[in-house]
């Protein structure tokens, strides 16, 4: 059951969205940049065009599912719902020590209802768990493309079933864990000054700026990111499949699937 469903207009603007966050990310190993100290960490200039950027874009892989009659009502309330939820548990856990139990969250939707629902609500989630703990920064949207690729990528997975489902799902969990702390340091990386054998050299070769950058990840940043991995695997081993039915069972109860039709009246009455 996937309530986003990615058809051929919301796969174009969602691959459109994916693009413009993988050239936010990695531009400045692939270009020179001009940029600089403080204001180029803070991402004054870039960070609220790709703030603005990205609602919009959000926005239309709704709309194209809308026009596609993928999407309904239903599946917009319980999209608001999960992102509450998403943003409560990022309340809880901000992050503190690599701990965010708000991911299995995620990745279970995406999993139960599919790579457009889950990318949405990834982007929609952050940004409500942002505004609630008051983690508004330049870092925002960049948060926002990382988690919505984590929740895209979990409806992506192989269809399996049963316990090998749940395996699967953790593996993928810990794995999305890692990866996202490993992603998400690039935002600041290229414009901050570790030494010479961490910090990004503007102008050496990608293969020497992606070793250094690997050193560097190695060096501070796993030991967050494998825990926030293992915690995200563990909710999913313990909580994975009863949450997994309860969303299945929600979406064949709502019939998510189901086109509504209107009856004409008039034959009714005659």
Not at 64 to 90: F, P, Q, T
Not at 122 to 144: K, Y
Not at 218 to 232: E, K, M, N
């Amino acid at each position: 059951m996937r309530l986003v469903r990615l058809k051929p207009r919301s796969t174009a603007t969602l691959l459109l969205a994916s693009l413009i966050g993988l050239l936010a990310f990695g531009w400045p190993l692939l270009w020179q940049s001009s940029q600089g100290g403080a204001s180029a960490l803070g991402h004054t200039t870039d960070a609220p065009w790709l703030f603005v950027l990205l609602l919009p874009l959000l926005v239309a892989v709704v709309l194209a599912e809308l026009a596609e009659s993928g999407i309904d009502a239903k599946v917009i309330s319980l999209l608001g719902m999960l992102a509450a939820v998403g943003a409560a548990l990022r309340a809880l856990g901000p992050g503190t020590a690599g701990l965010e139990p708000g991911f299995f969250l995620l990745i279970l939707a995406g999993r139960a209802f599919g790579a457009g629902f889950g990318f949405v609500l990834g982007a929609v989630s952050l940004l409500a768990g942002a505004m609630i703990s008051g983690g508004v920064g330049p870092w925002m949207p960049f948060q926002m493309f990382a988690c919505a690729w984590v929740g895209c990528l979990a409806g992506l997975l192989p269809r399996l079933g049963g316990r090998l489902e749940l395996l699967l799902l953790a593996a993928y969990s810990m794995v999305a864990g890692v990866l996202y702390g490993v992603v998400m340091n690039l935002w600041f990386w290229p414009y901050a000054t570790f030494g010479s054998d961490f910090s990004f050299i503007p102008g050496d070769s990608l293969a020497e700026n992606l070793h250094r950058y690997f050193l560097f990840v190695v060096a501070t940043s796993l030991g967050w990111d494998i825990p926030r991995g293992i915690l995200c695997a563990v909710l999913v081993l313990v909580l994975g499949r009863p949450i997994l039915n309860a969303f299945r069972r929600t979406a064949r109860k709502a019939a998510f699937d189901v086109p509504v039709v209107f009856e004409d009246g008039s034959r009714s009455n005659g």
